[in-house]
């Protein structure tokens, strides 16, 4: 059974940056390096809303919010996609989602909470 696990958030000061981990489990390598993964988040309030996104190829693409700031990248040998996040302001403040698309099927992670507050 595949499984998304997120790591990294935590409370960050605005101006810092923070970097998420989606490790991938229960799927094999061709089937992962053959996936498109993507960050959402949610802030209290309000709906889900896609942050970035990364193709097999690593061809990438970014909510404009987040263009310039964020950085989506993945390592496909360790099964795992990484979300570098920098120049945190307070509005980034949500609870962060992995989710990946493998074969025909969509898979969530559990979510991380990610805060930026003085």
């Known amino acids: 059974q595949v499984q998304l696990v997120e790591s990294g958030g935590g409370l960050v000061q605005p101006g810092g940056s923070l970097r998420l981990s989606c490790a991938a489990s229960?799927?094999?390598?061709?089937?992962?390096?053959?996936?498109?993964v993507n960050w959402y988040r949610q802030a209290p309030g309000k709906e889900r809303e896609l942050v970035a996104q990364?193709?097999?190829?690593?061809?990438?693409s970014y909510a404009d919010a987040m263009k310039g700031r964020f950085t989506i990248s993945r390592d496909n040998g360790h099964y795992t996609v990484y979300l570098q996040m920098n120049s945190l302001k307070p509005e980034d403040t949500a609870v962060y989602y992995c989710n990946a698309n493998i074969g025909i099927e969509f898979y969530w992670g559990q979510g991380i909470q990610v805060t930026v507050s003085s």
């Open positions: 990364i193709k097999p190829g690593g061809s990438t």
């Open positions: 229960g799927v094999t390598y061709s089937r992962f390096v053959t996936s498109v």
